[in-house]
């Protein structure tokens, strides 16, 4: 066969596979009693099939196998297995949050050794951040699936990228193998979306796709020639869950978790994205639809402003909106580090009072923490 209709071939195959599988594994779930039951934290309607991601997982083992896939996207592929395993018996019995920390880190370090993690930023620089990128990547898109359609929507958009990427590098394998993860969750699409959901990736599903697409932006951004531009390059392929601050915060607060948890530390990485910014929108969709109503008592921004939002926007007038918004009790230093140095000057050079910067660089941290007296306000 000749080796450019790989793609083809590989996207083909995986969506009839996802189309015969998925009913499939519906029926599977029904007949072992594999359910999402809706509780408290989960509000869909009746119980719903699982095993979602055998549907999406196995339609892109069977494209792999019809395009001969091998070599390092080989072992990406049987670690994405290793995922739907762990994944799959934690939808059914829990699996504590520190095995699937190691199992997700285990798998970062496998890539790194076989030669698919990222290059280019040294030795250690080189595992921290393929490390940082496949955990983050897999708890992102797991995250993401608290919403019917998400994940598989916004992984099937990353996988469409990742194989356009690849095909234009001539990298037909490694793009056949992203257009197969692309068709094989927009098939699963059509039972997700069914309103209600008549089946759910669960963490069977989530997981392992989160570490398909990590893998595969990096097989498809690493050119030599790019250096340390590989980097953006994969971070654009895989940016939709990179960037999904603002979506998952609007969830939490809607579907009422800070009603029910008010005095839970949570924190918004990259400053909260997008929140502070729509806090008003939010505010206005509590005043005119009921569904924003739901669950929770109050308008959106004031649980907002009482949530932790770290300092990584890094800019001044973004830091200063932030500041003026919920307040600088409510804002903890972070940093991009070992990736660009940790370097206080983004908070020292903000026109703020000196105590308001102390407690910004460590002060409310201990407080969140309880670990020191509430630092002094202006």
């Known amino acids: 066969m000749n080796v450019e209709l790989s793609p083809v071939l590989g996207a083909g195959v995986a969506g009839v ?17 594999f359910y999402d039951h809706p509780r408290e934290y989960r509000r869909h309607g009746a119980p719903t099939p699982l095993l979602g991601g055998a549907a999406v997982i196995g339609a892109v083992l069977v494209a792999a196998g019809a395009v001969g896939v091998s070599g390092k996207l080989l072992v990406l592929l049987l670690g994405a297995v290793a995922l739907w395993a762990v994944g799959t018996i934690d939808d059914r019995v829990a699996v504590a949050p520190v095995w699937r920390l190691l199992s997700e880190t285990a798998l970062a370090l496998v890539l790194v050794a076989v030669g698919l993690g990222w290059h280019g930023y040294g030795a250690g620089g080189d595992v921290v951040l393929t490390l940082l990128w496949v955990v983050g990547l897999v708890n992102g898109f797991n995250l993401m699936d608290n919403l019917d359609g998400a994940c598989a929507s916004v992984a099937g958009a990353s996988a469409a990228g990742i194989g356009a990427l690849a095909a234009v590098n001539n990298d037909f394998i490694v793009a056949a193998l992203a257009l ?54 994969g971070a654009l392929m895989a940016g939709l869950v990179i960037f999904d601050t603002t979506l998952v915060a609007a969830r939490l607060i809607y579907g009422g978790v800070f009603e029910r948890y008010p005095n839970f530390p949570y924190i918004m990485a990259h400053t909260g994205g997008a929140t502070i910014l729509l806090f008003e929108r939010l505010d206005n969709g509590y005043r005119l639809f009921p569904d924003c109503r739901k669950y929770i008592s109050k308008l959106p921004s004031e649980y907002g402003k009482k949530l932790y939002y770290d300092s990584c926007s890094f800019g001044e007038p973004a830091l200063m909106l932030a500041i003026g918004s919920v307040g600088a009790s409510q804002i903890l230093f972070g940093t991009d580090d070992p990736f660009i140095g940790a370097d206080t000057k983004h908070v020292t050079r903000l026109s703020i009072a000196d105590t308001d910067k102390a407690a910004i660089l460590g002060g409310n941290a201990m407080r969140m923490l309880g670990l020191g007296r509430e630092p002094a306000k202006s």
């Open 17 to 33: 596979a996802a189309f015969a599988g998925t009913p499939l594994a519906i029926r599977v779930a029904r007949r072992f009693d």
């Open 180 to 233: 197969a993860l692309a068709a094989s969750c927009a098939v699963f699409l059509h039972w997700n979306l069914a309103g209600p959901a008549r089946i759910f990736l669960g963490d069977g599903g989530s997981r392992p796709i989160g570490l398909l697409i990590a893998g595969l932006a990096i097989a498809a951004s690493r050119d030599p020639l790019a250096g340390h531009a590989q980097l953006p390059v």
